[in-house]
């Protein structure tokens, strides 16, 4: 990872060994040949691994100890999309968001996103310090979210799902995964970009677990490139069910199936993996892509 506070266009467009350079906020960020690790950080009393849950307390002792670990960026959520999960408001979005916001940035300097689909949440947020949004409704939940990232030159993620997290593992259904995954991220990436988001600061996600079922997840995995469609691409498949689906095992034993997603994320150029696990998560990563060169 290369920090530069003044980035020049060609210097963020730049692609370097496979995944192509972004910017968050100001920061542009180059992967080095294997995927930037992203820690997650979930301020929820509800999140679906519990080992990702904190408090404002917790949280500088976590994100301390992920940039210790080798994170490269951190996300901090408040409100957990897991399936079946119900929307928190956004005073209580908010209330839980702003101190662990304020917490990781006391303690380090990260590259920071915010997972959050409300406008006035990030907004907040990046009054806080944060430098990026993550939005898994990809601007469709909330109108002004798009013009807020563009407004405030923040980073922008752009999350497939069908359905809401309440309803979305009912019945997902596509005709084919990879291709409605690709048609829809690049339409709201140009959702984003009418909206003046640059596109130097647009990072796209399939959604794993998102209204999908194991044999879509496992399509998206395999055609992870094809469906970020050129654009740099963030992968979250960390602990999630499809892992738990294939093997038995229940969350916390679920770490060996993550690295695997992860070598998929490797193979398809991604930019960024959003993990609960830094120090495997990088350490797998160094010796595959080491390999792998
Ligand atoms: N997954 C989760 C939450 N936010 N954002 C992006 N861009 N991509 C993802 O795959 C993604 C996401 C779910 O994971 P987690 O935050 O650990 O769980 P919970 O929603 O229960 O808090």
């Known amino acids: 990872m290369t920090r530069d506070p003044h980035p020049s266009p060609s210097s963020a467009a730049a692609p370097a060994s496979g995944a192509a350079a972004f910017l ?8 080095p040949g294997r995927p930037l690790v992203m820690g997650i950080l979930n301020a929820t009393p509800d999140s679906f691994h519990a080992a990702s849950r904190v408090d404002a307390r917790a949280a500088a002792d976590l994100a301390r ?18 399936p079946g999960s119900a929307p928190v408001d956004a005073e209580a979005e908010l209330r839980r968001l702003l101190p662990v916001v304020e917490a990781v940035r006391r303690v380090c300097d990260l590259p920071l996103t915010v997972d959050t689909r409300r406008a006035a949440v990030a907004r907040a947020a990046l009054d806080a310090g944060a ?9 469709r939940d909330d109108p002004e979210l798009l013009p807020l990232a563009a407004a405030r030159g923040a980073g922008l993620v752009l999350m497939h799902m069908q359905g809401t997290p309440a309803t979305m593992q009912t019945a997902p259904a596509y005709a084919d995964p990879v291709a409605e995954v690709r048609a829809f991220l690049a339409g709201r990436a140009t959702a984003a970009e009418a909206a003046g988001v640059d596109p130097r600061r647009i990072l796209v996600d399939p959604g794993i677990g998102f209204g999908k079922t194991l044999e879509h997840n496992l399509a998206l995995l395999r055609g992870l490139a094809r469906a970020a469609g050129g654009r740099p691409c963030l992968l979250g498949a960390s602990r999630k069910s499809f892992i738990g689906r294939l093997t038995g095992a229940e969350t916390p034993d679920r770490l060996g199936g993550s690295l695997a997603a992860a070598a998929a994320a490797l193979d398809a150029g991604a930019a960024v993996v959003r993990v609960h696990d830094v120090a495997a ?12 060169r």
């Open 131 to 139: 430098d990026g949004i993550n939005d898994v409704s990809a601007g």
């Open 24 to 31: 968050l906020g100001d920061r542009a960020l180059t992967p």
């Open 65 to 82: 100890a992920m940039a210790d670990a080798g994170a490269e960026l951190l996300d901090v959520g408040a409100e957990s999309t897991r």
């Open 281 to 292: 998560t990088r350490q797998f990563l160094d010796v595959l892509a080491a390999i792998r």
